[in-house]
C-alpha cells in the first residue's frame, strides 16, 4: 500500500502555470510506474502524464510541449510542471501508482493502479 498526498492546484488565467506535487509514502516498488491523471466534471478520468522507475515519461497529446513530469532524487515525490494552461486543462488532478504490472503510458486505464491520491483541483479561466 501506498499513500499518495498531492498539492499545488488552484485557480489561474488562461496561459499562466501552476506545479503540482506528489508524495509518496509507503511501500516503494523497485520497478514502477508514477502517473498524472485528470478529470473533467461529466467526463472520464485520462492520463495526463507518467513516468517509470527508469525515467521515461509518456504525455497525453492534449498536453505534449506544455506539461512536464518529473521526480526526485529519492523517487518518493513526482511533480507536474503546467505551463499555457488552458480552460480545457480544467479539473481534478490525481496521483497514482503501482508496480511493473501497470502498462506505464498515459493509456493505462484507472484501474491498472492500485494507489490514488485524493486529488488536487486545477482551474484555469479564459
Known amino acids: 500500500q501506498v499513500d499518495l498526498v498531492e498539492s499545488g492546484g488552484g485557480s489561474v488565467q488562461a496561459g499562466g502555470s501552476l506545479r503540482l506535487y506528489c508524495g509518496a509514502n509507503?511501500?516503494?516498488?523497485?520497478?514502477?510506474?508514477m502517473a498524472w491523471y485528470r478529470q473533467a466534471p461529466g467526463k472520464d478520468r485520462e492520463g495526463v502524464a507518467t513516468i517509470d522507475s527508469e525515467g521515461v515519461v509518456t504525455y497525453a497529446d492534449s498536453v505534449k510541449g506544455r506539461f512536464f513530469i518529473s521526480q526526485d532524487i529519492t523517487q518518493t515525490t513526482v511533480d507536474l510542471q503546467m505551463n499555457n494552461l488552458k480552460p480545457e486543462d480544467t479539473g481534478m488532478y490525481y496521483c497514482?501508482?503501482?508496480?511493473?504490472?501497470?502498462?506505464?503510458?498515459?493509456?493505462?486505464?484507472?484501474?491498472?493502479?492500485?494507489?490514488w491520491g485524493q486529488g488536487t483541483q486545477v482551474t484555469v479561466s479564459s
Open positions: 497514482a501508482t503501482d508496480g511493473p504490472r501497470v502498462d506505464c503510458t498515459v493509456k493505462a486505464t484507472v484501474d491498472e493502479f492500485n494507489n
Open positions: 509507503g511501500v516503494i516498488y523497485s520497478s514502477y510506474c
